[in-house]
């Protein structure tokens, strides 16, 4: 008898023993911030804006450039969203139209489409605070700080398709490889830096911009695999219209990608082992002297219900 009621608690108590273990993990930390986060609801919203305003506003910048930095957007665009055949084709010809689109556009319109695209970038800050903790920046230069982001995100696909086109063979493919996450790396640092208002120290950032650039590498590999696929299928039950729900698909893809590397920042800044040492440096602290404290942590563990729950609201 009293055995049975030995191996009952044994039985018990372990999921609370595995629980207690998964708990440790870096990984598991990691997905509990993307469930704090409401990583549903912010990869949706991210998504979407970047469809809606980010998207457009590369192709009407583009169209101001010269024919060589376009190009080397086109280039870069392209190959990120592994477009192949007609979609690409048609991705060019979008590019293509310069003349129609600044006559179409024109300098207020190149303004407002700048402006409006700031909502993407608003939309990608509250993902950096919500993700560490951050209290919200209202009246701090959001809209000025977007356009900067916006300028070096430009900016870092330019030089991206630039090297790109004098690199040919495995060896400039695998130079290639080395100076995209380099630079990649280097964007998500500032980024992360920049859409926090500096508060956070430079050095704990950079684990966030390369997690963040190894994720999305990965995932436009991937991309060469499937995308193709999905563009031709979709056009050809929807047309045009079935190009536009490939790239929501890409974009909603790399919007989770964005979140993961956002919520692995603090994770790893935050650890107690090695890892978190490494990353802090001989500082304790994440934040710089005169930084705003940090946001409580949620009450209670949560769940994915509470994210489908957040969603549906």
Same mark, same amino acid.
């Given at each position: 008898?009293?055995?049975?009621?030995?191996?009952a608690?044994a039985n018990?108590?372990?999921?609370?023993?595995?629980?207690? *273990?998964?708990e440790?993990?870096?990984? !598991? &930390?990691?997905?509990e911030?993307?469930?704090?986060?409401?990583f549903?609801d912010?990869?949706?919203?991210?998504?979407?804006?970047?469809?809606?305003?980010?998207?457009?506003?590369?192709?009407?910048?583009? #169209?101001?450039?010269?024919?060589?930095?376009?190009?080397?957007?086109?280039? =870069?665009?392209?190959?990120?969203?592994?477009?192949?055949?007609?979609?690409?084709r048609?991705?060019r010809? #979008?590019?293509?139209?310069?003349?129609? =689109?600044r006559?179409? =556009?024109g300098?207020?319109?190149l303004?407002?489409?700048?402006?409006f695209?700031?909502?993407?970038?608003t939309?990608?800050q &509250?993902?950096?605070?919500?993700?560490w903790?951050?209290?919200?920046? *209202?009246g701090r230069?959001?809209? !000025?700080r977007g356009?900067? !982001?916006?300028? $070096?995100?430009l900016?870092?696909?330019?030089l991206?398709?630039?090297?790109?086109?004098?690199?040919?063979?495995?060896?400039?493919?695998a130079?290639? $490889?080395?100076?995209?996450?380099?630079?990649?790396?280097?964007?998500?640092?500032f980024t992360s830096?920049?859409?926090?208002?500096?508060?956070?120290?430079p050095?704990?950032?950079?684990?966030?911009?390369?997690?963040?650039?190894?994720?999305?590498?990965?995932?436009?590999?991937? #991309?060469?695999?499937?995308?193709?696929?999905?563009?031709?299928?979709?056009?050809?039950?929807?047309g045009?219209?079935?190009?536009?729900?490939?790239l929501?698909? !890409?974009?909603?893809?790399? $919007?989770?990608?964005?979140?993961?590397g956002?919520?692995?920042?603090?994770?790893?800044?935050?650890?107690?082992?090695?890892?978190?040492?490494?990353?802090?440096?001989?500082?304790d602290?994440?934040l710089?002297?005169?930084?705003?404290?940090?946001?409580?942590?949620? $009450?209670?563990a949560?769940?994915?219900?509470?994210?489908?729950q957040? =969603?549906?609201?």
């Amino acid at each position: 008898m009293h055995a049975a009621h030995a191996d009952a608690g044994a039985n018990r108590d372990r999921p609370a023993s595995v629980r207690t *273990r998964l708990e440790r993990l870096l990984l !598991w &930390r990691v997905w509990e911030r993307l469930l704090e986060i409401e990583f549903l609801d912010r990869s949706i919203a991210l998504a979407g804006k970047a469809f809606v305003s980010f998207f457009p506003l590369v192709i009407v910048v583009a #169209a101001f450039m010269p024919d060589g930095v376009r190009t080397s957007i086109i280039t =870069t665009v392209t190959h990120r969203l592994g477009m192949q055949g007609d979609a690409l084709r048609a991705a060019r010809e #979008a590019f293509a139209s310069t003349s129609d =689109t600044r006559e179409a =556009t024109g300098v207020l319109g190149l303004v407002l489409t700048i402006f409006f695209a700031t909502s993407f970038t608003t939309a990608l800050q &509250r993902v950096y605070q919500r993700a560490w903790r951050r209290p919200p920046a *209202r009246g701090r230069g959001a809209y !000025w700080r977007g356009a900067v !982001w916006l300028v $070096a995100q430009l900016g870092t696909m330019a030089l991206l398709g630039a090297i790109r086109g004098t690199l040919d063979g495995p060896v400039g493919l695998a130079t290639f $490889a080395v100076v995209s996450i380099a630079a990649t790396t280097g964007l998500w640092w500032f980024t992360s830096w920049w859409l926090l208002l500096g508060e956070v120290r430079p050095r704990v950032l950079i684990a966030t911009g390369a997690a963040t650039a190894l994720l999305l590498l990965a995932y436009v590999l991937s #991309a060469t695999v499937w995308m193709p696929q999905i563009v031709s299928s979709n056009e050809e039950q929807f047309g045009v219209f079935g190009i536009a729900l490939a790239l929501v698909s !890409w974009f909603s893809g790399a $919007a989770i990608c964005v979140l993961i590397g956002a919520c692995a920042g603090p994770v790893l800044a935050d650890d107690t082992g090695r890892v978190g040492t490494w990353i802090r440096g001989p500082a304790d602290s994440t934040l710089t002297p005169g930084a705003r404290p940090a946001l409580a942590p949620p $009450a209670s563990a949560l769940s994915l219900r509470d994210a489908f729950q957040n =969603t549906a609201e």
